[in-house]
Structures are given as C-alpha cells and as structure tokens.
C-alpha cells in the first residue's frame, strides 16, 4: 500500500478511539488537538509557528485543492504536529500551484489525516475542550496508544518557543503582499526603527510593519532588555514588537522577566497574540486557557473607542483575565464570548491585541492597528 490513503489510527485522552486514512508524513506523533474554522488559508495556517505542537482540524470539508507553492508560507517551515480534514484532494487546480498538499506534509514531516468525520470531532472539541491525543500509522492497539499518550508531555509543558524562534537576528526589508497582482510591493522608507523579538513571528506581520513605515529587525527570544533599553536611549531603535508564537505563556520565565524591565524603561511596545499575552504576564496579570481557543477568520471584535466590528483572525488558546482592567484600557473585545482583544495600558506606551490584524489568512479589517503602533512611536 502507498503512503497515499495508508490507515491511520487516533486515540484522544478522553478516550475516543478513531480510524482513518494518512496522507501525509508517516510515523506515530503526540499533540493537542484544536479545530479552525476558516474556509482557506490551509498552507499558512500550517506554517504558522503558534500551532506548534497542535493537531488542526479544519471544518472547511474540502481541502488540498489549490495545491501549495512557495509565497504563501508564514515561516520557513510548517510547524504543526498534523492537520485532520474530511476530503483531501489529491488533483489540485490553481495557476500559483507549485505542488501537493501531501508532498509538502511529507517534505516537512507532518501528519495529514483525512476521510474522517470532522464534524464529530469539532462537536466534541467543543463539548469537551482543546485535547491531547496521539496519531499513527504503525501502531493499531488502543491500549499502547494509550499509555504512550499519558506518557507524553503536555503542550502546557513543552516550551515551543525555542523551536520556532529564529537563532540568528536579521533584517526583515520585505513590505506587504499585493493580492491583486501577487508581487510583493515596494519597501516604502522607513520613519522609526523597531525589533521584534521572535517568539515564532509569521511573515506577513513583518511585512505589515515594514508596510507601515518601519524598519525592522528581527532577533531571538533569548533577548535581554537591558541591551534593548541601551540602545532605545541612545535613539537606535524606536520601539519593540512582541510577536505571536505557540504554547502556554506561563512556561516563558525568561521572556516575562525581561518584558517587564522593558515596561519600567518605558520603551515603547505593541504586542499580538502571544505577546499580547507576555505584556499582561508581566504587568502581573496571569493569562488562563479558554475551553477550545479562538482559531478561525471569522471572528467579530468590537472596537471600543469606534464601535465599529471588525471581523478578525484568531488563533490562541490561552488569554489575558477580565482583572487587567486595574492597569489597562480595554480597547476591543470578542463578541462571541466578551474576552478581551485589546489592551492600551495606563503606565507605559504599551499597547496590544489578542487577534491577528496581519490575517493571512483572513479579512483585513483590523491592518490599521499596524500604523498605530507607528503613532505611538512618534509620540
């Protein structure tokens, strides 16, 4: 039997047992399983650094059929442990295409899961919460699979950060991606200069910021603040990026130690998704993790100060608590649950949003917060 349509086997910790068919990387792999209800964007969703160490399931029934090609990657490689679909198809059609979605799973050593009833499993996510489970192709024994789940290491206690993050800082000069004509625009010149520190930041933020007039350096996570704070005082940079990334805040020590001495050298921030997170952390406010997370592109959030709605792309399962109110603005807000989105606080020039306004994939309602941050810098 080919690789293709191989028999596949799932056990889930709550002790659902399911068989399927593979067509991706072959082996036996542990992860959490989360569900994503966006309807494209399969490509950079999978090469999305904050879904390390996570199965997606994607509610979009038919998936594979505009194939792969190189532009539309997020980082330099996918990330998560697997992706789970109803119908993967194998004959895919689009001018951009370079390859398969099942070549490029097993290029890149991921599980691809398919004809199965996706449906049950986003019902029971929902009911039941954001699980670990385990995914192979050489083991069919439940019970085996069994006890090397619950010897496995959780999500919570794995710090993906140091997978993803880059090892080596560079300079990011690409601007934003023109989706009329697939070309990249031109660098427009830069008015303020900031880093980012990587925590597993996706391609189309950097090329959001430098669109928005900055130039922008990108250095690893094992970053230290009194390097950042020398340099902001001599007027080198202009302010610090926290990027997205994967995994339980909690675990980055190191990240929340050296966050919180940029807080008190008032050195101006702006933070998305997981660095949303690691602002609140440090200011003292504990994130908690929601029942089955936010990861879709179809999420409405309110704007505080316009009341205007913006439709949204997530992708988190953990978020800063209601409480944050004693130092910080709420600036927007989930509709579908009333959590919090966005954060301007009161003793530093600091701001954040939990979703992602550089999309890809998703609308592009909420790009403005970029030159926002540009603003603030300027101020």
């Given at each position: 039997?080919?690789?293709?349509?191989?028999?596949?086997?799932?056990?889930?910790?709550?002790?659902?047992?399911?068989?399927?068919?593979?067509?991706?990387?072959?082996?036996?792999?542990?992860?959490?399983?989360?569900?994503?209800?966006?309807?494209?964007?399969?490509?950079?969703?999978?090469?999305?650094?904050?879904?390390?160490?996570?199965?997606?399931?994607?509610?979009?029934?038919?998936?594979?059929?505009?194939?792969?090609?190189?532009?539309?990657?997020?980082?330099?490689?996918?990330?998560?442990?697997?992706?789970?679909?109803?119908?993967?198809?194998?004959?895919?059609?689009?001018?951009?295409?370079?390859?398969?979605?099942?070549?490029?799973?097993?290029?890149?050593?991921?599980?691809?899961?398919?004809?199965?009833?996706?449906?049950?499993?986003?019902?029971?996510?929902?009911?039941?919460?954001?699980?670990?489970?385990?995914?192979?192709?050489?083991?069919?024994?439940?019970?085996?699979?069994?006890?090397?789940?619950?010897?496995?290491?959780?999500?919570?206690?794995?710090?993906?950060?140091?997978?993803?993050?880059?090892?080596?800082?560079?300079?990011?000069?690409?601007?934003?991606?023109?989706?009329?004509?697939?070309?990249?625009?031109?660098?427009?010149?830069?008015?303020?200069?900031?880093?980012?520190?990587?925590?597993?930041?996706?391609?189309?933020?950097?090329?959001?910021?430098?669109?928005?007039?900055?130039?922008?350096?990108?250095?690893?996570?094992?970053?230290?603040?009194?390097?950042?704070?020398?340099?902001?005082?001599?007027?080198?940079?202009?302010?610090?990026?926290?990027?997205?990334?994967?995994?339980?805040?909690?675990?980055?020590?190191?990240?929340?130690?050296?966050?919180?001495?940029?807080?008190?050298?008032?050195?101006?921030?702006?933070?998305?998704?997981?660095?949303?997170?690691?602002?609140?952390?440090?200011?003292?406010?504990?994130?908690?993790?929601?029942?089955?997370?936010?990861?879709?592109?179809?999420?409405?959030?309110?704007?505080?100060?316009?009341?205007?709605?913006?439709?949204?792309?997530?992708?988190?399962?953990?978020?800063?608590?209601?409480?944050?109110?004693?130092?910080?603005?709420?600036?927007?807000?989930?509709?579908?649950?009333?959590?919090?989105?966005?954060?301007?606080?009161?003793?530093?020039?600091?701001?954040?949003?939990?979703?992602?306004?550089?999309?890809s994939p998703g609308p592009k309602e909420s790009r403005y917060i970029f030159n926002e941050f540009l603003s603030l810098i300027k101020r």
């Open positions: 039997m080919s690789d293709l349509k191989k028999k596949i086997w799932m056990y889930f910790e709550n002790g659902t047992f399911l068989e399927a068919k593979s067509f991706g990387a072959q082996g036996t792999v542990v992860g959490e399983i989360v569900f994503n209800v966006s309807m494209s964007g399969y490509q950079e969703i999978m090469s999305d650094p904050s879904y390390a160490g996570q199965f997606v399931t994607f509610t979009m029934p038919e998936i594979g059929n505009v194939g792969v090609n190189s532009q539309d990657m997020e980082s330099s490689a996918a990330h998560a442990k697997g992706m789970i679909v109803r119908k993967y198809q194998e004959r895919y059609s689009n001018f951009r295409a370079e390859g398969s979605l099942a070549d490029f799973l097993k290029e890149q050593n991921v599980m691809g899961i398919c004809d199965i009833d996706t449906r049950y499993i986003t019902k029971m996510l929902r009911h039941e919460g954001a699980m670990m489970m385990i995914a192979s192709t050489q083991i069919s024994d439940k019970e085996e699979l069994k006890k090397i789940l619950e010897n496995s290491p959780r999500i919570e206690d794995v710090n993906y950060i140091e997978q993803v993050s880059t090892k080596t800082p560079y300079m990011h000069t690409q601007s934003v991606y023109n989706d009329r004509i697939f070309e990249y625009n031109v660098a427009p010149k830069p008015e303020a200069n900031i880093v980012v520190l990587d925590f597993g930041v996706k391609t189309n933020i950097l090329n959001e910021l430098v669109g928005a007039k900055m130039g922008v350096e990108v250095i690893p996570n094992n970053f230290r603040a009194q390097t950042l704070i020398d340099r902001y005082n001599k007027k080198e940079i202009d302010g610090v990026f926290l990027s997205n990334g994967p995994g339980d805040p909690l675990v980055l020590k190191h990240e929340q130690e050296q966050i919180k001495k940029l807080i008190d050298a008032k050195v101006p921030m702006f933070g998305i998704c997981l660095g949303h997170q690691l602002l609140s952390i440090a200011h003292g406010y504990d994130t908690y993790k929601l029942k089955f997370g936010h990861h879709g592109g179809n999420q409405p959030v309110k704007n505080i100060k316009t009341g205007l709605v913006e439709i949204t792309a997530q992708n988190h399962n953990y978020n800063v608590p209601q409480n944050i109110v004693e130092v910080a603005d709420v600036t927007h807000i989930n509709l579908f649950d009333n959590t919090i989105e966005g954060l301007r606080y009161k003793d530093a020039p600091v701001f954040s949003v939990q979703h992602h306004p550089e999309a």
